[in-house]
């Protein structure tokens, strides 16, 4: 039985603080998931859905802009991977903006919305984080008094 060879839409490697690619780091991307694979004897490749990637950030030190390269960090809701970071890669805004683009698909494809919550009351959690607790649509007032179209708990 014959392997089929994938085809993917963008390949790296990490690359050294000379911007050579002597690393054990290889990054795959194809339209539904970013694949991070490490190591040499001992290996492990990573899946990262892309629609589970819910910020996409772009990152150059003084030393990487000197040889051409950058680090993408990248906020994620994937449970063995969290956070991560795109580390030492060449051509980072290019990689980025086709990375956002690809999650942007991926959520929608996949119909995987994340909403901000907007006026909600702050709280404290218990590690004393002010955060926003979850607050359902229903319990929202809604009330508007001067008639301007916009409730009155926005206006404040």
């Given at each position: 039985?014959?392997?089929?060879?994938?085809?993917?839409?963008?390949?790296?490697?990490?690359?050294?603080?000379l911007g050579l690619p002597w690393s054990f780091t290889k990054y795959s991307l194809d339209e539904e998931k970013l694949y991070i694979n490490t190591g040499f004897l001992n290996s492990t490749e990573d899946e990262i859905r892309l629609y589970r990637i819910t910020d996409v950030t772009l990152k150059r030190s003084f030393g990487q802009k000197l040889f051409g390269l950058g680090t993408i960090?990248?906020?994620?809701?994937?449970?063995?991977?969290?956070?991560?970071?795109?580390?030492?890669?060449k051509n980072t805004k290019e990689v980025k903006d086709m990375l956002s683009k690809l999650v942007d698909e991926a959520r929608i494809r996949n119909r995987v919305f994340?909403?901000?919550?907007?006026?909600?009351?702050?709280?404290?959690d218990h590690d004393g984080h002010a955060g926003m607790p979850p607050v359902h649509p229903d319990e929202i007032d809604r009330t508007d008094a001067?008639?301007?179209g916009v409730p009155d708990i926005f206006e404040k």
């Open positions: 039985m014959a392997k089929e060879k994938k085809s993917y839409l963008w390949q790296s490697r990490k690359r050294n603080c960090h990248c906020d994620s809701s994937d449970v063995t991977k969290g956070n991560f970071d795109i580390i030492n890669i994340t909403s901000e919550s907007v006026g909600s009351r702050p709280h404290d001067n008639g301007n």
